[in-house]
């Protein structure tokens, strides 16, 4: 089992910037290509794709629209995957999470991660 620990989200202000975290334990077979997504979650939405990257080679891949704002980075090291958030919008007010698996032919989806972690709330207000 592979285990997930999301944290580094709080109150911010329009136009502040965030670095989340998540921390993972447990077995992750790097060399069959796991990778980690990061996915926001609103009350009766959606579970919406940001972006993933992958543990034992070079490689990202964003949702068209994240972007200009969202930078993802790994510590394999450390089994730390990051999302950096910058100028962030009330819009960007979520539940955000990090996932992660095997990969899979939808990376973009909620469906192609096996392994969850509990969320880090981020709430951008003035």
């Known amino acids: 089992q592979v285990h997930l620990i999301e944290s580094g989200g709080g109150l911010v202000q329009p136009g502040g910037s965030l670095r989340l975290s998540c921390a993972a334990s447990?077995?992750?077979?790097?060399?069959?290509?796991?990778?980690t997504g990061w996915f926001r979650q609103t009350p009766g939405k959606e579970r919406e794709f940001i972006g993933m990257?992958?543990?034992?080679?070079?490689?990202?891949y964003y949702e068209e629209s994240k972007k200009d704002r969202f930078a993802i980075s790994r510590d394999n090291a450390q089994n730390i995957v990051y999302l950096q958030i910058n100028a962030l919008k009330p819009k960007d007010t979520a539940v955000y999470y990090c996932?992660?698996?095997?990969?899979?032919?939808?990376?973009?989806?909620?469906?192609?991660?096996?392994?969850w972690g509990q969320g880090t709330q981020v709430t951008v207000s003035s």
């Open positions: 447990g077995h992750i077979d790097i060399n069959h290509d796991w990778l």
């Open positions: 996932a992660t698996g095997r990969a899979s032919f939808t990376i973009n989806q909620a469906e192609g991660y096996e392994y």
């Open positions: 990257i992958k543990w034992s080679t070079p490689g990202t």
